[in-house]
């Protein structure tokens, strides 16, 4: 039990720093380059395989799964608002 509760206890650091930090900068995440994505989702995911113990080699949707969250892609979503006001700003249209 107390593995669990160390275990715990780390995925609720993960939370508190790192994913706070994303959730609060989503709508430029959802803007970045893709390869700016895989860099951060690296990290977060890295911190998840520190707290929880698993190996390098373990599925991602398993290590979020067992974590219980979510990946960065699959939260950095924005809202509508958001994705319709930055395209008139840059000129693109849908």
């Known amino acids: 039990t107390q593995w669990v509760s160390r275990t715990y206890h780390l995925i609720q650091i993960v ?3 790192i ?3 994303l959730e609060y900068g989503s709508p ?3 803007s970045a380059p893709k ?3 895989r860099v ?3 990290i977060y995911n890295s911190s998840l395989r520190a707290a929880t113990g698993l190996p390098r080699w373990t599925p991602i949707h398993i ?3 067992e974590a219980g969250t979510r990946g960065i892609k699959a939260s950095s979503r924005a809202p509508p ?5 930055s395209q008139q700003h840059s000129g693109r249209s849908q």
């Open 19 to 21: 994913r706070s930090i």
């Open 35 to 37: 390869s700016h994505l």
């Open 40 to 42: 951060i989702e690296t």
């Open 15 to 17: 939370n508190a720093t």
């Open 81 to 85: 608002h958001i994705i319709i006001n």
């Open 63 to 65: 290590l979020h799964r």
């Open 28 to 30: 430029i995440l959802f």
